[in-house]
Nanobody, 131 residues
Framework: QVQLAESGGGSVQAGGSLRLSCAASGYAHSARNDLCMGWFRQAPGEERRVVAAIYVDGGYTYYPDSVKGRFTISQDPTKNTVYLQMNSLKPEDTAMYFC?????????????????????WGQGTQVTVTS
């Protein structure tokens, strides 16, 4: 059974930084060949949207315009862990952040078409940015 364990998050003032971590377990080694991992966020009353994605085999990444240049996703394959470094945080970044993973094509993962419809979700971690 695939599981995602998140850590990080919290409250920070605007302009500050936070780092989220997500450790994956339960994947067979061969399954990592087409695995997309990343982070979604959801604010109250809004849809859950991807904010960063990484295709594990090759390290290709995707960011929407709203976070591009401020957020960086990275991975440590030896630990089956992905990280989300969030800099220059804004109040509008306030949301529940969810780690996600799903075997899928690289074009979906890094083309902005990944919705994790059949994948695994972490439990979520709150990020609050105060002005």
């Amino acid at each position: 059974q695939v599981q995602l364990a998140e850590s990080g998050g919290g409250s920070v003032q605007a302009g500050g930084s936070l780092r989220l971590s997500c450790a994956a377990s339960g994947y067979a080694h061969s399954a990592r060949n087409d695995l997309c991992m990343g982070w979604f966020r959801q604010a109250p009353g809004e849809e859950r949207r991807v904010v960063a994605a990484i295709y594990v085999d090759g390290g290709y990444t995707y960011y929407p315009d709203s976070v591009k240049g401020r957020f960086t996703i990275s991975q440590d394959p030896t630990k089956n862990t992905v990280y989300l470094q969030m800099n220059s945080l804004k109040p509008e970044d306030t949301a529940m952040y969810f780690c996600a993973s799903e075997p899928t094509a690289e074009s979906y993962c890094t083309g902005g078409f990944w919705y994790n419809l059949a994948g695994t979700w972490g439990q979520g971690t709150q990020v609050t940015v105060t002005s």
